[in-house]
């Protein structure tokens, strides 16, 4: 089972996620956060598989989370899921650590897929 | 009967004419004692009856050349002039009278060739000829004076006449057509007795009618040519009596005539002054004290040579023949002093030379003693009236002298009186304040004080000082104080006085609380002039309109302060609604994105949920939520296009040049323009404050570009160096004009401008025309950060 640690202000996106995992046999949402500080305690107390990061968010936004994990919890693969589609967003990501960077008006098509490709990579 | 002829004249001149006759009273009239004396010797020697011969023809021709024949050549040169100026037949005649008197006793000795006979009747009848001419002119003198045409011709005629009847006298005597007039040894005869006292009655009377006419510009020379017709006549008695020729009695009538001649002489000199013609008779005698007794003691001795020389044929005869006319010209030329020198000298001279036994200075003989006696008391009594002469003259020129200036001077202070009433109206109703003083110095010559020697009216209207209380008073009397007076009155005035200057300036006097213009000036050294106005009033006025420009300047600078306050307020103002605008910007977008795009995002996963569970055979309603799912998705990205719109979410998450690199991709989308953007560094970020501002900028300058540029690229800079932040955004398209550049609706520069004012940034826009316009905008940073 993939633990999957969602971060994201809006509970209705987070119901939404968790709805969106529930459908695959090997993934679940075993941790919510809804701003960056809570991330960086529930990773250090709890063990995941993968976070799932928003960018927006109150106080630190997900870049400046994204990179504390980094120096943190370097093996454990952060996907950026963000309303900007700018490509801006996107490479600023990958460059600060991200493993994929999706949009979430693509989440419903392309999340779950990404998110085994970015584990498949990270266990190699 | 010279009055009515001089009367116009002599109204005129009457004060010099007073003061000449005063002058000439007492001493001239002692001249007169020649007449009596020479009488006296005459008869003398007439009595004595010295029949002795002492005839020399030089000797003779050379004196009346020298005393009759001069003088008469002045006399009538006189007369011919004034005849000239005045033409009056009497002046004539007297002219004509005279010059055949001078001429012909000249011609007479000349043509006479020592004969007795001749010589006498030749002088004889010119003697007459000149007597009744004389009496003639002077009885009508003063008539017939008007409209007589061309006077140089009578003149010339006259004189032709006269000369004529002297060659006519001569001619007829040498041709014998006279009778006998002398006879040597007898003396004259009948003829020539009745001719020569026709003669001096003629001359007597002719002297006695100028005599008594002798008021008018001929006084002097009436009274000088009485006295020599006098002497003349005196002479002529000499010569009348006389009855050997050349004998002492004869000798002493001719000195008689010579002496008249002397006198025409000075008449003529006399004359010659009175019709200011400069004259040469006293100025001759100018010749020191020694000098004239040097040219006695010469004369004398001259005298002697041709006595010795030309003259030996008289042998022992006649000794004192060269003396007597030595003496005179002594005593004419030096006065008494040196004629008695050449008297004495002359007497040891004749004794040493000529008097038994020779050699010796003192006479054996009772005779000969008596002889030089005689001499000796001839030639005293010659120099004596000489001297007299001589004295008169000198008083009389001074007298003239004295009375001209005393004229003059009568006429200059009457000129002199009326220029200065002239200048004292002046001076009193002159509207400047005058004021004439003496500087006082100290020891060292260091100015302490003045005096007021003299003030104006309007110097008593200007200061409010009354004349009589500061004429002669100090100025530290009256106005105590004023050697403290910053303005340093007296040493201004102390400078002027003593260097002879000229100053000219404005001041204050405490002591009289009133300002004065005023021009100071030294007529004569220590002396000062002060010449003012008050300009009081002209001073308050300027310090009035100085205080009034004073108070308008503080106005205008609490105004303009004020006003720059306002406008930094207004800036404060602008800068905090951009803040605010911003800040409500950046709320309104958030909330949209986050809340309203979450939503919807939500929602479209909650669609796509849904028709993934939906059975394939339920066709018509998976196409409806797939319609759905694009509606939303359209929804989504018009939320987001209005929320980037708002305030890009990128520029807060990913910093300025995320943003700008955004911007600029969005730009070359949207416009078709080509956009490059180089960044340096490349990692390049800029404090948080400066993002909102420049990024703004860099819009505003996108938005101009696409409005008026037309350009086809825009190139972009955004650097960071040590001590600023730099952000270009260069276009190439037709060019910013400058005119433009200041329109007040230019508020897109003015946007940008207030943008970085409170930063302490510049923006600079530059445009060429069809090459492009340059913005930069330049934000000076201290180690990074915005200053």
Known sequence: MIRILVADDHPIMRKGLKQLFSETDDMAVTGEASNGAQVLEMMSKDSYDLVLLDISMPGKNGLEVLKELRSDHRHIPVVILSMHPEEQYASRALRAGASAYITKERASEELVSAIRKVLTVSKQ | VNDEANGNLAQHDAPEQTAVRLEMGRLSRLAWLSVPVLLATMVALRAADLRTSHESLNLLISLNFIFSTLAAVAVAFLMGRAFLLWPSPGMLMIGCGVLIWGVG???????????????????????????????????????????????????????????????LVATAVLAGWMPVFFIQGQGGTLVRQFVLGSSISMLVLTAMLLRSAKNGPWSAFAYWYSLALLLLATGLFGVMIQSV????????????????????????????????????????????????????????????????????TLGMSVRFITFYPAVMISALYGGLGPGVVATLLSALLATFLWIEPAGHFFPVSGAESMGIAIFFINCMAISWITEVLRRAEVRTHKAEMQARIADERGRAAQVLQQSEAKYRSLFENMINGFAYHKIITDKNGKPVDYIFLEVNKAFEALTGLKRLDVVGKRVTEVLPGIENDPADWIGKYGNVALTGGESRFEQYAASLEKWYSILSFSPVKDHFVAIFEDITERKQAEEALRRSRAELEERVKKRTKELADSQEQLRKLYSHL???????????????????????????????????????????????????????????????????????????????????????????????????????????????????PLFRIFQEAFTNIVKHAKATEVKASFKQTNSSIILEIADNGIGIREEDLSKVGSFGLLGMRERVYPLGGKVTVRGIKNEGTTVEVIIPVTSGEPS
């Open chain 2, 105 to 167: 006793s000249f011609v007479a000795t000349l043509v006479g060739r020592g004969n007795p006979n001749v010589i006498v009747t030749i002088h004889n009848l010119c003697v007459w000829l000149a007597a009744c001419s004389h009496l003639a002119g002077v009885s009508f003198s003063g008539r017939l004076q008007q409209a007589i045409g061309a006077p140089r011709l009578w003149v010339g005629a006259a004189y032709t006449i006269a000369l004529g009847l002297v060659w």
């Open chain 2, 245 to 312: 020729h050349g004998s002492l009695l004869g000798w002493t009538g001719r000195a008689a005539q010579f002496l008249g001649g002397a006198s025409m002489i000075v008449a003529a000199f006399a004359s010659a002054r009175e019709t200011s013609i400069a004259s040469i008779w006293p100025g001759t005698v100018s010749g020191g004290r020694r000098q004239r007794y040097l040219v006695a003691i010469v004369i004398t001795i001259v005298a002697a040579a041709v006595r010795l020389a030309f003259l030996q």
């Open chain 2, 578 to 692: 951009q803040s605010l605008r911003e800040e409500e910007r950046t709320n309104i977008a958030r909330e949209i994105h986050d809340d309203l795009g979450q939503a919807l995002t939500a929602l479209k996963m909650d669609l796509s949920w849904i028709a993934g569970k939906l059975r394939d055979d339920n066709e018509g309603l998976k196409e409806k939520l797939h319609a759905d799912v694009d509606q939303v998705d359209k929804t989504i990205q018009a939320v987001k296009r209005v929320c980037t719109e708002l305030r890009p979410g990128i520029l807060d998450h990913l910093g300025l040049a995320a943003a700008i690199e955004w911007q600029a991709e969005e730009f070359q989308k949207r416009t078709g323009i080509k956009c490059e953007v180089v960044f340096d560094p490349e990692d390049i970020e800029v404090d948080t404050s400066l993002r909102t």
